[in-house]
């Protein structure tokens, strides 16, 4: 089950592509049940227009940023280090010299970082590979990695510096799994985690699961509960939001069915050695039976 839904694509799931699929299924069936088809079409069109709109997105975003808030005082949080998390990139951007760079959901949580650095001294780690879910990423996945790209923008456009590049992971499961091989060989429990609000939630979620002591620092708060007219007209930015949210709350539905499912799915043995089970002890193995006496001679005959 885990497998079958992992091999279907995303965005069939997210909107607007399933709104238009919930559209077209509605025009199809207008052909033989008219009534059943205009009622279909017409709900995907409404939740089309509704969705587009900045105040219908905040429907969606509203429970996802109301679960973290904004943190006070990084100085005094007694963390150790700070984990920034990457989000996605531009391939190939001329204008840095044909180098892969963060994208900007990337760079306003490398922005917020260096904001805490700064505040607290505290080392940074950004992690993040360049594959997709897998085994093991390619040779090509590792040669410039979102976490590569992510540490070089912190070094030479916000003067920060960064102690950790984490490079395996694909997702925030692999995140937390391949960050706290490094910081626990560095002796760090106890983190600020910079991802956007909306995130926050299920990222905290897979640390902890690896055993790391969580600040939440989120940033990026995008909900807005007082709306205006123009709130409710469509818009690329409303869209955005809308399909950020859902695969947000998708994620969290998602990581629940796989812990229910296959527990510990996302544990890598080699990542995570501190944490495989320990060996069973082995059967207490039964005495040997004591050898059967010898046989009395028989007495001779006379």
Do not use: C
Request: net charge positive; charged share 20%; glycine share 8%.
């Amino acid at each position: 089950m885990l497998d079958l839904i992992n091999a279907l694509p995303r965005n069939l799931f997210l909107p607007p592509t399933s709104l238009f699929l919930i559209i077209g299924l509605g025009l199809l069936l207008w052909r033989f049940w008219p009534r059943t088809g205009r009622i279909v079409a017409g709900t995907g069109l409404a939740l089309l227009t509704f969705m587009s709109s900045n105040a219908g997105s905040s429907f969606l975003v509203e429970p996802l940023e109301r679960m973290t808030k904004p943190l006070a005082r990084p100085e005094s949080a007694g963390a150790q280090a700070i984990v920034v998390l990457a989000a996605g990139r531009l391939r190939s951007a001329g204008e840095y010299d044909n180098r892969d760079i963060p994208d900007h959901t990337a760079l306003a949580r490398l922005r917020y970082g260096a904001h805490l650095q700064r505040r607290t001294g505290l080392p940074i780690l950004v992690t993040g590979g360049n594959g997709g879910s897998g085994a093991d990423p390619a040779t090509i996945d590792m040669a410039y990695t979102k976490a590569d790209a992510m540490a070089r923008a912190l070094r030479e456009d916000f003067g920060v510096p960064v102690k950790w590049i984490e490079r395996r992971s694909r997702d925030t499961g692999e995140n937390a799994i391949y960050s706290n091989v490094l910081l626990h060989k560095a002796g760090v429990k106890r983190v600020l985690l910079v991802t956007d609000a909306m995130h926050m939630h299920r990222a905290r979620g897979v640390f902890e699961r690896e055993g790391l002591e969580i600040v939440e620092a989120p940033t990026m708060f995008v909900y807005n509960e007082h709306h205006g007219f123009d709130a409710w007209l469509p818009s690329a930015e409303g869209m955005r939001r809308s399909w950020y949210a859902t695969y947000e709350l998708l994620g969290l539905a998602w990581y629940r069915i796989r812990d229910r499912e296959a527990p510990g799915v996302k544990q890598d043995p080699v990542a995570s050695p501190q944490r495989r089970p320990a060996p069973a002890p082995l059967p207490a193995l039964a005495p040997a039976p004591a050898p059967a006496p010898a046989p009395a001679p028989a007495p001779a005959a006379n």
